[in-house]
C-alpha cells in the first residue's frame, strides 16, 4: 500500500534583508574562492597532494589539474543547493505543515539550505588550503584538526533547525 504524500500549501516566500545578505556573502565566498584557486594554480609546483593519510601527510600526489575539482564540487552543490531551497514544501519537517506555520517553517528550511551553502564551500576552501600548503610544505597541525571538524561543520545547519524549531514552541 502506496501512502499519499499530504498536500502542503504553497506558499511564496520573499527573501529578507537578512536572507539577501547571506546569499551575497555564499556568492562572494565562491567567487573568492575560485579567484584564489585560479591565482594559485599559476604558482604552486605541478605535482599536489591528493591523498592524505590519518595524521594529515600526503601519501599520493597528482597533476595540478586536481586542484580544480573542489571548486567544480563547491559549484555544483552551491547551484543544487540553491534550487532545492526553491521547493521547501517538498523538505521532511519536525512539525505537521498547516497554512498557519507554513510560512515560518518554509523560511527555516531555506535558511538552513543557505547555512548548508556557506558551509559547504567552507569545507572546500579549507580542503584546498590543505592541499595548497601541504605542495608548499607550510603545512601546521591545526589543518589535521579542520579535517577531523569536517563533519561537525556540516552538522551546524541541522542544530541550528532544530534548535530554532524549538525556541519558536
Known amino acids: 500500500m502506496v501512502k499519499k504524500i499530504h498536500k502542503r500549501p504553497r506558499v511564496s516566500l520573499t ?8 546569499e551575497i556573502f555564499g556568492l562572494a565566498l565562491l567567487i573568492t574562492y575560485w579567484a584564489n584557486t585560479l591565482y594559485l594554480y599559476t604558482i604552486i609546483t605541478d605535482a599536489i597532494p591528493i591523498h592524505f593519510d590519518t595524521k594529515g ?16 564540487l563547491a559549484i555544483i552543490f552551491y547551484l543544487l543547493l540553491t534550487f532545492i531551497s526553491f521547493f521547501p514544501r517538498y523538505f521532511n519537517y519536525l512539525t505537521e505543515i498547516t497554512p498557519e506555520n507554513a510560512e515560518s517553517e518554509y523560511r527555516k528550511a531555506a535558511n538552513t539550505m543557505r547555512y548548508l551553502k556557506l558551509f559547504i564551500v567552507i569545507i ?7 592541499t595548497i600548503f601541504t605542495t608548499n610544505e607550510i603545512k601546521d597541525n591545526y ?8 563533519s561537525y561543520i556540516l552538522l551546524l545547519p541541522l542544530i541550528v533547525y532544530i534548535f530554532s524549531h524549538k525556541i519558536n514552541k
Open 15 to 22: 527573501i529578507t534583508p537578512y536572507e539577501k545578505g547571506l
Open 124 to 130: 572546500f576552501i579549507l580542503l584546498s588550503l590543505l
Open 143 to 150: 589543518f589535521n584538526i579542520l579535517i577531523l571538524s569536517v
Open 57 to 72: 601527510n600526503p601519501d599520493a600526489y597528482g597533476d595540478k589539474s586536481s586542484l580544480l575539482a573542489p571548486p567544480r
